[in-house]
T-cell receptor, first 114, second 109 residues
Framework: DADVTQTPRNRITKTGKRIMLECSQTKGHDRMYWYRQDPGLGLRLIYYSFDVKDINKGEISDGYSVSRQAQAKFSLSLESAIPNQTALYFC?????????????FGEGSRLTVL | GQNIDQPTEMTATEGAIVQINCTYQTSGFNGLFWYQQHAGEAPTFLSYNVLDGLEEKGRFSSFLSRSKGYSYLLLKELQMKDSASYLCAVKNSNYQLIWGAGTKLIIKP
């Protein structure tokens, strides 16, 4: 089983619908992130959390919200989906105790908004 | 602004050597990462450089020159499974990761 699990893996929805992407991890890491990936662009950070009670906006947080329900769970919500939110979304974790702090990614959630 | 530049696509032959370059302009520097991403899959960590010089890890090596804002990833003895995108990312002075768009590497037999 994957250490970082995202659900759903694929989702097609309509404009205006509320969507939640869920992420859970078994790595025991305290830091969790949500990124989106679009063709021709680098990964862009949506939100990140360094602890259960810590939530921070990334560079493209507008139109998104998050919830850190537990150390192992971090969910991303699109309150009212729009077509330009069509993208591949990745959840990631990192360990603050590691010097490099490399990221461990989930398998991705492909979202299509019609 | 902050940006990471890498070639969009490169082609190489199985068994050969390829060098993927990355140049960066960021507000400060706290390390540079290379990740590998196969099509439709998650990025996976390859290497981390924080000091100038070459870091070797098996068939893969990564080089950093902080004064030039430059890094490269060197892949030796290329295998078909090395066909993937290679992402360069820099951690800036605020410990934020700035990502390049990735270099798609195509390996031909």
């Amino acid at each position: 089983d994957a250490d970082v699990t995202q659900t759903p893996r694929n989702r097609i929805t309509k404009t205006g619908k509320r969507i939640m992407l869920e992420c859970s991890q078994t790595k025991g890491h305290d830091r969790m992130y949500w990124y989106r990936q679009d063709p021709g662009l680098g990964l862009r950070l949506i939100y990140y959390s360094f602890d259960v009670k810590d939530i921070n906006k990334g560079e493209i947080s507008d139109g998104y919200s998050v919830s850190r329900q537990a150390q192992a769970k971090f969910s991303l919500s699109l309150e009212s989906a729009i077509p330009n939110q069509t993208a591949l979304y990745f959840c990631a974790t990192s360990d603050r105790g590691q010097e490099a702090g490399e990221l461990f990614f989930g398998e991705g959630s492909r979202l299509t908004v019609l | 602004g902050q940006n990471i530049d890498q070639p969009t696509e490169m082609t190489a032959t199985e068994g050969a050597i390829v060098q993927i370059n990355c140049t960066y302009q960021t507000s400060g520097f706290n390390g540079l990462f290379w990740y590998q991403q196969h099509a439709g899959e998650a990025p996976t960590f390859l290497s981390y450089n924080v000091l100038d010089g070459l870091e070797e890890k098996g068939r893969f090596s990564s080089f950093l020159s902080r004064s030039k804002g430059y890094s490269y990833l060197l892949l030796k003895e290329l295998q078909m499974k090395d066909s993937a995108s290679y992402l360069c990312a820099v951690k800036n002075s605020n410990y934020q990761l700035i990502w390049g768009a990735g270099t798609k590497l195509i390996i031909k037999p």
